[in-house]
């Protein structure tokens, strides 16, 4: 980073992925000049901790962006389609983490170990987008792999942790895990199914295809951030009694061929990646330990033996940190580098 400091503001501040974007702009030392914490009305009042000074989280209006550089959005695509081209108006870059702008054709998409490049379309409308949280870690060693051997189909099957979809979950998580403990009638009130001890292929909803929304998601932003639109991509989404960590069963078929020792060599030491494959010891990516950093992990890499040239591998990564803040404070990192 420069010299050079910036007036920042967090929409959204108040959430599980605004307050991880607080953490993790004071854990990057980014060079603030000064912070604007921002959320709905129903949060007035409520004060949130930077580099150790309490600030004040102020209503979320059309003027709050008058005087802020760079603006990090997680409240939601309604938000997000209504305040982004307002802040980039007043002269404000937004790192959008809502679904809204993702598949726009003149918002980049961004993963910064993937497409980097991709920022500098950024003055178009002022906005970059953060990829999906499953999307994210996916293509982080999906790039290297697509550059050597140019893939020809993606496979994927996620096993998705409950905040994802926020504090609400994590509690309902908790609450019935606990009741069945208990013997204890079990209450269901934000997803479809009990999550406690199960598993729900359902992620967002279902879409006239019968894949869901996270799913379509990951197909459309895949092809995106890879700049190829001729990848096959077919994917499953599934919520897990997971607390944090999403998880990733991954099948690539490539055009070239493909050999699991040599995609290890290829990984072991790419950027965002730890490369934990050791089966026979039991060392393979758990989203326990994933949980709380910032890199992928990549594991159980081998040979898809059902096709000439095809691999298998799993992934974990937290998806509140790099599948979501820690991405956009990367993009905001290199926006204030070399664009601002």
């Given at each position: 980073m420069s010299e050079r400091k910036f007036n920042v503001a967090v929409a959204g501040a108040t959430g599980a992925v605004g307050n991880q974007m607080i953490k993790c702009l004071e854990e990057r030392n980014f060079p603030v000049k000064s912070i604007k914490l921002l959320a709905s009305a129903r949060s007035?009042?409520?004060?949130?901790?930077?580099?150790g000074e309490s600030i004040p989280v102020e209503e979320l209006k059309e003027d709050s962006f008058k005087g802020v550089e760079i603006a990090l959005f997680s409240a939601g695509a309604g938000t997000?389609?209504?305040?982004?081209?307002?802040?980039?108006?007043?002269?404000?870059?937004?790192?959008d983490n809502s679904s809204g702008w993702r598949m726009d054709p003149e918002v980049p998409l961004v993963v910064p170990e993937v497409n980097p490049h991709a920022i500098a379309q950024y003055t178009k409308k002022g906005i970059i987008a953060?990829?999906?949280?499953?999307?994210?870690?996916?293509?982080?060693?999906?790039?290297?792999?697509?550059?050597?051997?140019k893939i020809k189909r993606i496979v994927v099957s996620t096993y998705q942790s409950v905040s994802g979809t926020g504090k609400k979950a994590i509690d309902e998580l908790f609450?019935?895990?606990r009741a069945l403990i208990n013997f204890l009638p079990v209450e269901r009130k934000v997803y479809p199914h009990r999550i406690a001890f199960n598993c729900l292929p359902q992620i967002d909803v279902f879409l006239e295809n019968d894949y869901t929304k996270e799913e379509m998601k990951m197909v459309n932003e895949t092809r995106k951030i890879l700049e190829d639109n001729s990848i096959g991509v077919t994917a499953t989404t599934v919520r897990v009694p997971v607390f944090f960590g999403h998880s990733e069963s991954i099948n690539v078929e490539t055009y070239e061929p493909i050999k699991a020792s040599d995609v290890k060599d290829l990984l072991r030491n790419a950027p965002g990646i730890k490369l934990v494959d050791e089966?026979?010891?039991?060392l393979y990516p758990l989203a326990i330990d994933a949980a709380g950093q910032d890199l992928t992990l990549v594991g159980r890499i081998r040979q898809d033996e059902s096709v000439p040239n095809g691999i298998n591998m799993w992934i974990a990564a937290d998806n509140i940190r790099k599948g979501a803040a820690t991405n956009a404070v990367q993009i905001a990192e290199i926006l204030g580098s070399k664009y601002l």
């Open positions: 007035i009042g409520r004060k949130l901790t930077f580099r997000s389609l209504k305040f982004a081209p307002m802040a980039y108006k007043d002269g404000c870059a937004v790192i953060n990829p999906n949280c499953s999307t994210i870690q996916m293509v982080v060693p999906l790039v290297h792999i697509h550059k050597k051997y609450d019935q895990t089966p026979k010891k039991g």
